[in-house]
């Protein structure tokens, strides 16, 4: 592990994760200090520019209220970068733990997980995610949950892939031989070994959970207004998208260049932990 | 073991698999907070009514006769009424089906039509100009959110450029084919990317594969090879992937038939939370997962019928 870690340190970072973390870090920023970097306050009206085109006072336009978009763009940063981390932290979270439990113990628990991996995949993971939101009522709480429901099991399935593997090699029969207790095998030996592809599709997966949150936001089952979210701002500026494009522009684009962001953060992680996928 | 064999013992594996389907959603079900009485009679129902209804309901027994009701009912096709629409969950169902199965299979055309010239463009200029901006685009189309597209197409080429209608279904097959075509252009969009950063990938290690220098010593030009030899693998890993993304094409479906205002079971799935549907959704779920499970039915079979080793 450690020679691993030194053989990585002595590395160039990859482009992609430059350019990756660049983006992360202005999304970051826009959450910390909002008002530094928002001209305006995002539920401010201005009754004297309602619906104006991007102009220098008001860079990316206004909507039906003259609320800034700009300001509403910056200020819905903090929702979605908290979509993506708890979306993944979560799930992430339980599905390690469950993938270290059935791949280290096999068995009837195993047995079982195997069941659960086929059902599981069998359901379009959007459907059972706005199927459980349905039942559990709209909100962003609610969403976490359907979302963890659900997706623990891609993050357990890859947990218990890696521990298999982990579990054969030479060290972990060392540890035994020295009389290691069962639980500090586990998680001193197994889970740093192992743990590399799963923390590399989390920062791949929070792409997919911007677009699920933002999704979910826009069909009106995630964050609720007034909460300033990339997709609610979208959804409510659809309705003038042919008059005041702008509206629904710019969020769209924060979406598409955060999720970019995560993306390329993922797959530079990727090459730069030597994690094939 | 003999294709015959292998073919019925993967029938058979669909016995446990739609079983555990219908397990899943009776639970799921269950879960409604409250229960099911209190959610179609909201706080009006009088005692007597609300009693005459969990006899109705059957949730009067016990937990594991409600299971062997509900899998019955849903084995012979009868999911209740929509509260909704007031008729028959799996006549709405039926009607609404055919959109969303139409739709799912223009935008896998569209995908694969899209994704296979540009893998082997891109493959075959690989790291110049034209391979990065291929991935360049795609890159950015992974990243783009469907309902997001969808409203960028339909404003330029509905809207603005009036080339296609601005949602809708119509009435021949001509017209659903133009009404679909924008939504599924944009459900394609994330499946085209997928399978072309695939292809591409496997006709490069092809491409560098023994095998082809090989064909060419032999004389064969080298157009010849690459169809013959990089067609036919790459089809058989285009196959599976198209058929692991099934699910996430319906699920895109419910976004994509929401911003299109299109008529089938998605825009039907989002319409039945708001309206507290839970009969529709409980059957939705239930038939989009049986789906999905009969699309990997279907992988398996043109797997097999594709490459000899499968089922030998």
Redesign the interface.
């Given at each position: 592990m450690r020679a691993v870690l030194a053989r990585i340190a002595s590395r160039p970072l990859p482009a992609p994760l430059l350019g990756g973390l660049a983006l992360l870090a202005v999304m970051v920023a826009f959450t910390v200090s909002p008002g530094t970097f928002a001209p305006y306050d995002p539920l401010a009206f201005d009754y004297n520019a309602l619906l104006s085109p991007p102009s220098a006072a008001h860079l990316f336009g206004t909507d039906q209220f003259g609320r800034d978009i700009l300001s509403r763009t910056i200020a819905a940063a903090a929702v979605d970068l908290q979509i993506a981390l708890f979306a993944t932290i979560f799930p992430g979270l339980l599905g390690s733990l469950i993938g270290l439990f059935v791949g280290w113990y096999g068995g009837v628990a195993d047995a079982v997980f195997g069941?659960l991996v086929?059902?599981v995949?069998?359901?379009?993971?959007?459907?059972?995610v706005?199927?459980?939101?349905?039942?559990?009522?709209p909100g962003l709480a609610n969403m976490y949950i359907a979302v963890t429901a659900v997706g623990w099991v891609f993050y357990a399935r890859l947990m218990r892939g890696e521990v298999l593997v982990q579990k054969s090699g030479e060290y972990v029969a060392a540890a035994r031989v020295l009389g290691y207790s069962t639980p500090r095998i586990i998680f001193r030996h197994i889970l740093p070994n192992a743990v590399r592809p799963v923390l590399v599709y989390a920062v791949t997966d929070m792409?997919l959970a911007i677009?699920l949150g933002?999704?979910l936001g826009?069909?009106?089952?995630g964050a609720q207004p007034p909460t300033a979210e990339w997709?609610v701002l979208?959804a409510d500026g659809?309705n003038f998208?042919?008059t005041a494009?702008w509206i629904?522009?710019f969020p769209?684009a924060a979406?598409?260049?955060?999720?970019?962001g995560f993306?390329?953060t993922g797959d530079g992680l990727a090459d730069l932990l030597e994690v094939r996928r | 073991m003999s294709r015959g064999a292998w073919l019925v013992s993967r029938l058979l594996q669909m016995v446990p698999t739609f079983l555990l389907i219908g397990l899943a959603v009776f639970v799921l079900a269950r879960l409604l907070p409250g229960n099911a009485v209190m959610a179609l009679l909201g706080d009006r129902g009088s005692d007597e009514a609300v009693a005459r209804l969990t006899r109705q309901l059957g949730l009067d027994q016990s937990i594991g006769m409600q299971l062997l009701a509900f899998l019955e009912s849903v084995l012979r096709g009868q999911f209740g009424t929509s509260l909704a629409f007031r008729i028959p969950v799996t006549r709405l169902i039926a009607e609404r089906l055919p959109v969303t199965l139409m739709l799912t299979g223009m935008a896998i055309v569209i995908a694969l039509a899209l994704a296979l010239p540009l893998a082997f463009v891109a493959a075959l200029k690989v790291n110049r100009w034209p391979d990065l901006l291929i991935r360049g685009v795609f890159q950015v189309g992974l990243s783009s959110p469907i309902f997001y597209v969808g409203l960028v197409l339909l404003t330029v080429f509905a809207a603005w450029l009036r080339i296609f209608p601005v949602g809708g279904y119509g009435d021949t097959f001509a017209e659903h084919i133009y009404h679909l075509f924008l939504p599924a252009v944009t459900l394609a969009f994330s499946l085209s990317a997928i399978v072309m950063r695939n292809l591409r990938a496997s006709i490069l290690s092809v491409i560098r594969a023994e095998y082809v220098d090989f064909a060419r010593a032999k004389g064969l030009r080298s157009r010849v090879v690459l169809l013959r030899h990089v067609l036919r693998n790459a089809l058989i890993a285009t196959v599976t992937l198209v058929g692991l993304h099934i699910g996430s094409l319906l699920g895109g479906a419910v976004i994509t038939e929401t911003v299109f205002a299109v008529p089938g079971v998605g825009r039907l799935m989002v319409d039945s939370i708001f309206a507290r549907d839970y009969p529709v959704i409980q059957a939705l779920t239930l038939v989009l997962a049986v789906l999905v499970s009969l699309a990997f039915l279907v992988t398996d079979l043109v797997q097999m019928w594709l490459d000899p080793r499968v089922g030998r």
């Amino acid at each position: 592990m450690r020679a691993v870690l030194a053989r990585i340190a002595s590395r160039p970072l990859p482009a992609p994760l430059l350019g990756g973390l660049a983006l992360l870090a202005v999304m970051v920023a826009f959450t910390v200090s909002p008002g530094t970097f928002a001209p305006y306050d995002p539920l401010a009206f201005d009754y004297n520019a309602l619906l104006s085109p991007p102009s220098a006072a008001h860079l990316f336009g206004t909507d039906q209220f003259g609320r800034d978009i700009l300001s509403r763009t910056i200020a819905a940063a903090a929702v979605d970068l908290q979509i993506a981390l708890f979306a993944t932290i979560f799930p992430g979270l339980l599905g390690s733990l469950i993938g270290l439990f059935v791949g280290w113990y096999g068995g009837v628990a195993d047995a079982v997980f195997g069941r659960l991996v086929d059902l599981v995949v069998t359901f379009p993971f959007l459907v059972l995610v706005i199927a459980i939101v349905a039942i559990l009522g709209p909100g962003l709480a609610n969403m976490y949950i359907a979302v963890t429901a659900v997706g623990w099991v891609f993050y357990a399935r890859l947990m218990r892939g890696e521990v298999l593997v982990q579990k054969s090699g030479e060290y972990v029969a060392a540890a035994r031989v020295l009389g290691y207790s069962t639980p500090r095998i586990i998680f001193r030996h197994i889970l740093p070994n192992a743990v590399r592809p799963v923390l590399v599709y989390a920062v791949t997966d929070m792409a997919l959970a911007i677009l699920l949150g933002s999704s979910l936001g826009y069909l009106g089952l995630g964050a609720q207004p007034p909460t300033a979210e990339w997709g609610v701002l979208i959804a409510d500026g659809k309705n003038f998208f042919t008059t005041a494009p702008w509206i629904v522009l710019f969020p769209g684009a924060a979406i598409v260049l955060a999720g970019l962001g995560f993306s390329l953060t993922g797959d530079g992680l990727a090459d730069l932990l030597e994690v094939r996928r | 073991m003999s294709r015959g064999a292998w073919l019925v013992s993967r029938l058979l594996q669909m016995v446990p698999t739609f079983l555990l389907i219908g397990l899943a959603v009776f639970v799921l079900a269950r879960l409604l907070p409250g229960n099911a009485v209190m959610a179609l009679l909201g706080d009006r129902g009088s005692d007597e009514a609300v009693a005459r209804l969990t006899r109705q309901l059957g949730l009067d027994q016990s937990i594991g006769m409600q299971l062997l009701a509900f899998l019955e009912s849903v084995l012979r096709g009868q999911f209740g009424t929509s509260l909704a629409f007031r008729i028959p969950v799996t006549r709405l169902i039926a009607e609404r089906l055919p959109v969303t199965l139409m739709l799912t299979g223009m935008a896998i055309v569209i995908a694969l039509a899209l994704a296979l010239p540009l893998a082997f463009v891109a493959a075959l200029k690989v790291n110049r100009w034209p391979d990065l901006l291929i991935r360049g685009v795609f890159q950015v189309g992974l990243s783009s959110p469907i309902f997001y597209v969808g409203l960028v197409l339909l404003t330029v080429f509905a809207a603005w450029l009036r080339i296609f209608p601005v949602g809708g279904y119509g009435d021949t097959f001509a017209e659903h084919i133009y009404h679909l075509f924008l939504p599924a252009v944009t459900l394609a969009f994330s499946l085209s990317a997928i399978v072309m950063r695939n292809l591409r990938a496997s006709i490069l290690s092809v491409i560098r594969a023994e095998y082809v220098d090989f064909a060419r010593a032999k004389g064969l030009r080298s157009r010849v090879v690459l169809l013959r030899h990089v067609l036919r693998n790459a089809l058989i890993a285009t196959v599976t992937l198209v058929g692991l993304h099934i699910g996430s094409l319906l699920g895109g479906a419910v976004i994509t038939e929401t911003v299109f205002a299109v008529p089938g079971v998605g825009r039907l799935m989002v319409d039945s939370i708001f309206a507290r549907d839970y009969p529709v959704i409980q059957a939705l779920t239930l038939v989009l997962a049986v789906l999905v499970s009969l699309a990997f039915l279907v992988t398996d079979l043109v797997q097999m019928w594709l490459d000899p080793r499968v089922g030998r």
